[in-house]
């Protein structure tokens, strides 16, 4: 167990529908980092947020958006979706260099 | 051009053989990780090194600066290490705090 949660696991919705996916980083972490996997691809960085403030942006579509909330934990919004955004999204936060993975939520789009 | 390159893509390997995947990297880095992804999904970090080896178990990693080089070795490999092995480099923290990936190397150990 990693100490990084996500919810849903798993989420199925229709195309041009909107979901949020919730990360609560380890205890103690501050650095939140959001990423992208489709199948058979490698993890693709969305977006990244350190105490409350986004530090890092990478390949996120402006349909796409996160924040992190007083508490740490973090929302990423995902609308108009599209077949193509069926994915895992993992969440992640990071201490002292180290990286720490949730479960990731598996998103399919119908 | 990604910044870590893995390989081999594919690996299959019979019980008991001896596994290397190898990686390298063209950024500056201040640590390398090797990571684990099972059939499911869930991501695992095996080794955060910055030079020389470290061991767990029945892995080995290695890494060599000047090189921009890392090995992950699975002795006595099982089909329980059938998994997705990602390296992911992070750079020093005064350019930033992203981590950049490999797109890993898939590995089947057949009983």
């Known amino acids: 167990d990693s100490g990084v949660t996500q919810t849903p696991k798993h989420l199925i919705t229709a195309t041009g529908q909107r979901v949020t996916l919730r990360c609560s980083p380890r205890?103690?972490?501050?650095?939140v980092y959001w990423y992208q996997q489709s199948l058979d691809q490698g993890l693709q960085f969305l977006i990244q947020?350190?105490?409350?403030?986004?530090?890092a942006k990478g390949n996120i579509l402006e349909r796409f958006s996160a924040q992190q909330f007083p508490d740490l934990h973090s929302e990423l919004n995902l609308s108009s979706l599209e077949l193509g955004d069926s994915a895992l999204y993992f969440c992640?936060?990071?201490?002292?260099?180290?990286?720490?993975f949730g479960e990731g939520s598996r998103l399919t789009v119908l | 051009k990604n910044e870590v390159e893995q390989s081999p893509q594919n690996l299959t390997a019979q019980e008991g053989e001896f596994i290397t995947i190898n990686c390298s990297y063209s950024v500056g880095i201040s640590a390398l990780h090797w990571l684990q992804q099972h059939p499911g999904g869930g991501i695992v970090s095996l080794f955060m090194l910055s030079s020389g080896k470290k061991k767990h178990g029945r892995l080995i990693a290695t890494i060599n600066i000047q090189e921009k080089h890392s090995s992950l070795h699975i002795t006595a490999s099982h089909p329980r290490d059938s998994a997705v092995y990602i390296c992911?480099?992070?750079?020093?923290?005064?350019?930033?705090?992203?981590?950049?990936f490999g797109t890993g190397t898939s590995l089947t150990v057949i009983p």
């Open positions: 992911a480099v992070s750079p020093p923290s005064n350019t930033g705090n992203q981590f950049y």
């Open positions: 205890s103690g972490d501050l650095s």
């Open positions: 947020y350190y105490n409350g403030e986004e530090r």
């Open positions: 992640a936060s990071s201490a002292f260099g180290e990286l720490f």
